[in-house]
């Protein structure tokens, strides 16, 4: 619930500012009232502002999902480290792979993966199956959290064009005033490429922020992944060579380790 109305804010926040800063980067003079208003900018702008309106809700939205979605902590789960590599020092790998379905997240499902392999075999675990059981599931989980990542690339390429189509439309509109009366009508004229010039802005508005939004969650994403499959080589290394991974030892351990 506290997610919905955290999502609904931002889209309310987004539209206000989505309608300022359209009007201010068309160099429109806010005389009157009504071009102040969201409604105002709208109308002024033609058909075209409401794909463009639909495209900056989307894109706000897609970013709140992913600020909740790919965090770190609830993707990693560091915490549970120590006790999955005791667990594997001791050969229990029905009791993790228990652990891991109770405790639902990328990293356990990706390393559950691997466990459901090994729980398969009898005998000598084949750790080359066991690696590609969890290439495999982790192809499957980066496909889907990715999904989100690329919807704001799409935004970012769609909506200059949306507002570059709505700048034609604006443009044909006013010469084809200028061809109807058979004079420049001031008035027509302005309100046509006041058209044009706020569906350019919007669109490079919206498509600003969706780009950026998108290469940053990204590579924080592939960071992400990066450190996923560093940890989950960890607890099968210790798995198969029932030896505490050199990096979760304390440095007396370091020291005192006997190492040829």
């Given at each position: ?30 005389q009157v ?41 609830s993707l ?70 990715m999904k ?113």
């Amino acid at each position: 619930m506290k997610k919905q109305i955290l999502v609904f804010a931002l889209l309310l926040m987004a539209g206000g500012v989505f309608a300022q800063e359209a009007a201010t980067a068309a160099g429109a003079e806010p005389q009157v009232e009504s071009q102040l208003t969201l409604w105002g900018m709208i109308k002024t702008g033609g058909w075209a502002m409401w794909p463009l309106g639909f495209l900056s809700f989307f894109g706000v939205a897609l970013i709140v999902q992913n600020l909740l979605a790919l965090r770190p902590k609830s993707l990693l789960h560091t915490e549970m480290m120590p006790e999955l590599i005791d667990n594997m020092l001791n050969d229990k790998i029905k009791e993790s792979l228990i652990y891991c379905r109770k405790h639902s997240s990328m990293f356990t499902n990706v390393f559950g993966a691997g466990l459901e392999r090994c729980l398969d075999v009898s005998g000598e675990y084949d750790f080359d199956k066991v690696k590609e059981s969890v290439e495999e599931a982790s192809v499957e989980l980066l496909s889907k959290l990715m999904k989100p990542i690329d919807y704001l690339s799409i935004i970012g390429a769609s909506a200059p064009m949306l507002g570059l189509l709505g700048t034609v439309s604006g443009m044909i509109k006013a010469f084809n005033a200028m061809g109807t009366t058979g004079s420049a009508d001031p008035a027509r004229l302005a309100a046509n490429i006041g058209e044009a010039l706020i569906t350019t802005a919007t669109g490079l508005i919206i498509a600003i922020p969706s780009m950026f939004a998108f290469f940053a969650f990204k590579k924080g994403f592939q960071k992400t992944l990066a450190t996923l499959g560093r940890n989950v080589g960890f607890l099968f290394d210790a798995l198969e060579s029932g030896k505490m991974p050199a990096a979760y030892l304390t440095l007396e351990d370091l020291e005192k380790m006997d190492h040829k």
